[in-house]
């Protein structure tokens, strides 16, 4: 499976990656991110939803646990799994709409939600680095390769 | 056929989130908090060893299992029978769907075996109306900072259902950026109240974070970069007792100074003279004293619910379902709920 490596020193060039993966998306995703507290998975999050065309305000989900939008293409679904201690939690959060294939689905700390959670397409790591950030993109399926290729 | 009687108790039943809650209140308008009657929430229930002999170790947001007992607890404290009801109010949004729909369909069933009107209340506006349970409540217009782990709002509310709101946060919660920047400096998670603490002992001035979003005008709040700031700071120090201290002093200053400028501020935009602070937050002593001394000063006046009430409760949507079932509004039999649900499209009553 196809992987790269994106410096991101600042704001702008988080912007910057979230434009072009904006641009490269066709139809729905499964995006896992993981990184540590205040590694900037809600702030990618929010710059890939901003540059899908979102207008409203783009909070925190980690208390409300899952956020949905209107995307011109279909729905986002932006969840933050940080207070779930048990993926059986997952039950009450009403998670049927996630199977959508049009759906973009974007999971912060997906690894409180194993084996409950939509098999991913994307995984995206952030990691401090300096200081800025740094994100390693990873397909784990084909349509993530494929979007990956697209990303150029 | 719906009966409404409004001498008769109304059960309200908090299921949004994480927190189960119910009460009953009976509606009288000269003193709302005089006619609560039981106000019972699961977490501190646990407590309680005479839960039925057995503490049941339930997953959070388990309110399936948890809202029965709750509403049994709740009539068998205020010495009443479910027929002794007049009507049923619940949380029907914002929140998550999963969780609403326990307490919507509970809530909606049960008012229809009994023959009494319900409601679905908006969270929010319970958390407005919730200060109007204490005695000496504040009289509209007000205006009301909601400060919690879920929410950083000021909100204008100049009557029931007539609410504007003046200032939201773009990315986390006060609430939010206290817990977690407990946890980036080592504190267990949720470490909001552990960091408040430890920030009593640190020295005034040794270090220094911005005031986000307080060099522009409006009233939104940013708290997002906070932790940020306070994890470099943090890892460039000594990492000593008393550093985390200093550190967790000038984090907490720059909330509170940055919650209090934007109160001033929206008490000068909207002419209010009366300031509600709610929200788990609003326990905060530093914020407290600070927005006391304000109001001294610029002549305006804090009201601080008591905390329970601050907190989701069941209080709170009882509250705000009989007032609107007393002006004769309620629900029809389906179950409906409405996960996102614009605070201000609510209707007067």
New interface residues.
């Given amino acids: 499976m196809s992987a790269r490596q994106v410096e991101l020193p600042d704001e702008q060039a988080t912007g910057a990656l979230a434009q072009a993966l904006a641009a490269a998306l066709d139809g729905g995703l499964v995006i896992l991110l993981h990184g540590e507290l205040g590694a900037g998975k809600t702030s990618f999050a929010r710059a890939l939803l901003r540059a899908l065309g979102v207008g409203e305000r783009i909070k925190s989900p980690t208390y409300s646990l899952v956020e949905s939008y209107r995307l011109p293409g279909g729905t986002a679904w932006h969840l933050d799994l940080y207070r779930i201690a048990d993926p059986a939690e997952l039950e009450w959060l009403g998670l049927d709409a996630l199977a959508d294939p049009s759906a973009l689905v974007l999971v912060e700390w997906p690894e409180r939600g194993e084996g409950a959670l939509p098999p991913p397409d994307l995984r995206i790591r952030l990691d401090y680095a300096g200081g800025g950030r740094r994100a390693e993109l990873e397909a784990a399926s084909p349509r993530g390769a494929r979007l990956l290729e697209r990303l150029g | 056929m719906d009966t409404s009687d409004f001498s008769k108790p109304v059960l309200g039943i908090e299921t949004s989130?994480d927190e189960t809650g119910v009460a009953l209140l009976r509606w009288q308008p000269d003193a709302p908090g005089r006619g609560l009657l039981a106000h019972v929430l699961y977490s501190q229930i646990k407590l309680h060893a005479d839960y039925g002999g057995v503490v049941p170790e339930l997953?959070?947001?388990?309110?399936v299992r948890k809202l029965l007992p709750l509403v049994r607890e709740a009539l068998a404290q205020a010495g009443l029978a479910p027929a002794d009801l007049g009507g049923v109010a619940y949380t029907a949004g914002p929140?998550?769907?999963?969780?609403l729909?326990v307490g919507a369909a509970a809530g909606r069933a049960l008012a229809w075996a009994l023959g009494v009107p319900a409601i679905g209340v908006h969270h929010m506006e319970g958390h407005l109306l919730a200060p109007l349970l204490e005695d000496d409540p504040p009289a509209p217009p007000f205006v009301a900072l909601l400060v919690?782990?879920?929410h950083s709002m000021l909100v204008e509310v100049k009557g029931i259902g007539r609410y504007r709101i003046l200032g939201?946060?773009?990315?986390?919660?006060a609430?939010?950026a206290f817990d977690?920047t407990a946890?980036?400096m080592g504190l267990p998670y949720p470490g909001g109240p552990a960091l408040a603490k430890l920030a009593e002992q640190g020295r005034p001035g040794a270090f220094h974070f911005s005031r986000p979003m307080t060099d522009r005008p409006g009233l939104d709040f940013s708290f997002?970069g906070l932790?940020?700031q306070v994890?470099?700071a943090w890892q460039q120090s000594d990492q000593s007792g008393q550093t985390r201290a200093d550190v967790a002093r000038a984090f907490e200053e720059a909330i509170v100074d940055t919650l209090v400028i934007k109160c001033r501020r929206a008490l000068e935009a909207t002419g209010a003279r009366r300031l509600v602070i709610a929200g788990g937050v609003g326990a905060n002593r530093r914020l407290r004293a600070e927005l006391a001394a304000a109001g001294g000063r610029e002549g305006f006046r804090t009201y601080f619910p008591r905390l329970a009430f601050c907190t989701d409760n069941g209080a709170m949507i009882a509250l705000a379902g009989a007032i609107r079932l007393a002006h004769g509004q309620h629900q029809d039999e389906r179950i409906q709920v409405f996960?996102?649900w614009d605070l201000e499209s609510l209707p007067a009553a």
């Fill in positions: 989130c997953a959070s947001r388990d309110h929140g998550l769907v999963g969780a729909l919690s782990g879920g939201d946060t773009l990315d986390d919660a609430g939010e977690k946890k980036l997002s932790k940020t994890l470099l996960p996102r």
